[in-house]
């Protein structure tokens, strides 16, 4: 099974940016379909960026996220990326990272990251 470990979490001002890395053991990255979600305080867990697995992969955004945040994949360094820029207090959260389940592979996820825009 994958294991996943996310890093790159902290504290920022509205309007910064943060970069949150996933890195992978025990598997390559590039078969999965991977996922970055978030969980604020007292609300449920959301979707906030796709992107399908192979060489490329294709990406998709939740709308809160869309044209402020992009999902990428290193497949030679086994670890995918969060670039979130213009970030919000509304950003604040834990954000993880999974990947689906493919074939005979499990899916798996990251412990968390702790993201926190504030002035």
């Known amino acids: 099974q994958v294991q996943l470990v996310e890093s790159g979490g902290g504290l920022v001002q509205p309007g910064g940016s943060l970069r949150l890395s996933c890195a992978a053991s025990?598997?390559?990255?590039?078969?999965?379909?991977m996922n970055w979600y978030r969980q604020a305080p007292g609300k449920q867990r959301e979707l906030v960026a796709t992107?399908?697995?192979?060489?490329?992969?294709?990406?998709t955004y939740a709308d809160s996220v869309k044209g402020r945040f992009t999902i990428s994949r290193d497949n030679a360094k086994n670890t995918m990326y969060l670039q979130m820029n213009s970030l919000k207090a509304e950003d604040t959260a834990v954000y993880y990272c999974?990947?689906?389940?493919?074939?005979?592979?499990?899916?798996?996820w990251g412990q968390g990251t702790q993201v926190t825009v504030s002035a």
């Open positions: 999974n990947v689906e389940p493919v074939g005979l592979c499990a899916g798996s």
């Open positions: 992107i399908t697995r192979g060489t490329r992969g294709s990406t």
């Open positions: 025990g598997s390559m990255l590039s078969i999965y379909t």
